[in-house]
């Protein structure tokens, strides 16, 4: 059985292969060349641990737009890290820019860079209550608690937010990247006390392919943020 595609696939794409056991972890990838006659195609594919290789999809094969954006303007991607650069600068705080081969995942964001996963912080969107937004920033090694979160925002109930959530509102930033601070005012921003313990954390700078670093004390005070236990332990 081959992969069902429900769009043409264009390069940039993400390309996702699912296990075939239970628990087997899928591997994602960015299509980087359409190979093949258009009615069987294949495709070149560099894979999130920087391996490349020609993938003939299968049953266990989906691709998706690198970034669901679908009823709204073109993303300008110098734009979204010039945001982040002018706030910072503009605060004084001292920090570096780091392009890289794009990535999909904080972990593949740290392999890229070669530092370890618990120095670089992912961003995870949450809805709470009355539908006001919360940043959760935990290390890429870690996972969050929505138990936790809930508990530190004095909420009832903390959902993840949808993609299709995400993109209307943070317009600004790539789906998935969205960084602990920027873009829409008066959200909540908790980071995890994990990553209080490292002098500097690495993030998404609103895109996939560059990152800032920065001291982490400077990071909670750009971003205004509680430092709570939000990480599943």
């Not at 999130?48 to 303007?73: C, M, N, V, W």
């Not at 740290?110 to 539908?131: C, F, H, N």
């Not at 800032?212 to 990071?219: A, N, Q, S």
Request: aromatic share 4%; net charge negative; proline share 6%.
């Amino acid at each position: 059985m081959s992969a069902i595609v429900k769009q043409p696939v264009e390069q940039g794409d993400v390309v996702v292969v699912g296990g075939r056991r239970v628990g087997e972890p899928a591997r994602m990838g960015e299509v980087i060349e359409i190979l093949g006659s258009p009615d069987r195609p294949h495709y070149s594919v560099r894979w999130e641990d920087g391996h490349q290789s020609i993938l003939y999809p299968g049953e266990t094969t989906t691709f998706k737009p690198r970034t669901t954006r679908a009823a709204t303007p073109e993303l300008d991607v110098a734009a979204a890290t010039a945001h982040l650069v002018e706030t910072l600068r503009e605060a004084g705080l001292e920090f570096e820019l780091l392009p890289h081969r794009r990535t999909m995942t904080a972990a593949a964001e740290a392999r890229v860079l070669g530092v370890l996963p618990q120095a670089v912080a992912k961003t995870l969107i949450a809805s709470y209550d009355d539908g006001a937004c919360v940043r959760a920033v935990v290390p890429a090694s870690a996972h969050l608690s929505l138990a936790k979160l809930a508990d530190a925002v004095s909420a009832k109930t903390v959902e993840l937010m949808t993609e299709a959530d995400l993109v209307r509102a943070y317009p600004q930033f790539e789906l998935g990247a969205v960084p602990p601070f920027g873009g829409p005012a008066g959200d909540r921003v908790v980071v995890d006390r994990r990553i209080t313990e490292l002098d500097h954390v690495v993030f998404d700078g609103g895109v996939h392919d560059t990152s800032l670093r920065m001291r982490t004390e400077d990071l909670i005070s750009a971003a205004k943020a509680q430092v709570a236990d939000i990480a599943v332990d």
